[in-house]
């Protein structure tokens, strides 16, 4: 089974990285950190690191030619928070929430896109989305509408794609450094670990589930 798995240098990308890796998965996984990205996959069978921006055309081609084919999964799991502390949307920066947009959005579509015509039957799409893209919390508008954004344009991709599972999925809170930006100084220890959001993840790559949007938490039981 070959897979593309993106922001997988740390947190839930990293976690999920790992146990696809033990499941015997050969995967093409990025981050922006090469240093992090080698350190934290060394020693994972079939994992092919290759460090860049997602919101790079030319990265992106570049993980999806290394995927080859038949892809069987595209995990967007790379994304990005947005200025901190974060601001009302009545103060928030167009450029920045842009920029929110290129890589929560864009790029992910972008890559999908990419990988289309390389999928194998069946292949699952799982696009990491989040409560706060259907809940209105204070100062969360920019990240939030991005995860909203996302999770629509998957299941409109499901709608198109018939033959696909395309996923959105939350993972919910997780003990990560996005976590502790969106908390500064705050103790976010009693979340708990990305590794507790992966069999819910696992759920959704190896169980035939109908596409749709997901929470982590509640998909735990049924991963094989």
């Known amino acids: 089974m070959q897979g593309i798995v993106t ?16 499941r015997g998965w050969s995967l093409v996984v990025d981050a922006r950190d090469g240093d992090a990205l ?5 020693g994972l069978d079939g994992v092919i690191a290759i460090a ?6 030319d990265h ?53 896109q990419l990988a289309l015509p390389r999928f194998a039957d069946d ?20 990240y939030g509408s991005s995860k909203a954004a996302l999770a629509h344009l998957t299941a409109v991709l499901a709608a198109e794609n018939p033959r696909l599972r395309a996923y959105a999925v939350d993972p919910g809170d997780m003990r990560t450094r996005m976590q502790q930006d969106a908390f500064p100084g705050e103790d976010i220890s009693d979340r708990p670990l990305p590794e507790e959001s992966v069999p819910g993840l696992l759920a959704l790559i190896e169980r035939d589930l109908p596409s749709g949007t997901y929470r982590a938490g509640e998909l735990a039981g049924v991963s094989a």
């Open 123 to 142: 292949a699952r799409i799982v696009n990491l989305s989040s409560d706060a893209a259907v809940e209105a919390y204070e100062t969360w508008g920019g």
């Open 60 to 112: 992106r081609r570049h993980l999806v030619e290394a995927a080859g084919g038949p892809i069987d999964l595209v995990v967007n799991n790379a994304s990005v928070l947005g200025p901190t502390p974060l601001p009302l949307l009545g103060d928030y920066d167009v450029d920045a929430l842009r920029q929110v947009y290129e890589v929560n959005v864009l790029a992910p579509l972008a890559v999908i």
């Open 38 to 42: 080698e350190r934290a996959v060394a």
């Open 7 to 22: 922001g997988a240098s740390r947190g839930l990308g990293l976690a999920l990285t790992r146990a696809l890796s033990e």
């Open 52 to 57: 860049g921006d997602i919101a790079d055309p």
